[in-house]
């Protein structure tokens, strides 16, 4: 069992930057392929970032790439998510998640979820 807290959400304005941490509970988490995902009122939730177990592989959505960064710290059993030139569009919940096996950007891959943290970006 693996269990994700996040925290770092909360309201910005266009082009400032945020840093979201995600810490995990339990002894799988250094083998995990992880991930963040986001979801905005009114819409379905989406790939926004993952992250293999070594940090080797690495994959953004196109809409984040060069602005946002995944890194994970498995001592600290933590994931964060740097977002920097953040836009009114980067508005959502985003979600920790966490995969026993395997690596997509299906949220379906995932087996733990995170409760979620707010991030609202004003223009």
């Known amino acids: 069992q693996v269990q994700l807290v996040e925290s770092g959400g909360g309201l910005v304005q266009a082009g400032d930057s945020l840093r979201l941490s995600c810490v995990a509970s339990?002894?799988?988490?250094?083998?995990?392929?992880m991930a963040w995902f986001r979801q905005a009122p009114g819409k379905e939730r989406e790939f926004v970032a993952r992250?293999?177990?070594?940090?080797?592989?690495?994959d953004y959505r196109d809409s984040v790439e060069g602005r946002f960064t995944i890194s994970r710290d498995n001592a600290k059993n933590t994931v964060y998510l740097q977002m920097n030139s953040l836009k009114f569009e980067d508005t959502a919940v985003y979600y920790c998640?966490?995969?026993?096996?395997?690596?997509?950007?299906?949220?379906?891959?995932?087996?733990?979820w995170g409760q979620g943290t707010q991030v609202t970006v004003s223009s």
């Open positions: 998640a966490a995969a026993n096996r395997g690596s997509s950007r299906s949220w379906v891959t995932y087996d733990y």
């Open positions: 339990g002894r799988t988490f250094s083998t995990a392929t």
């Open positions: 992250i293999s177990w070594s940090g080797g592989v690495i």
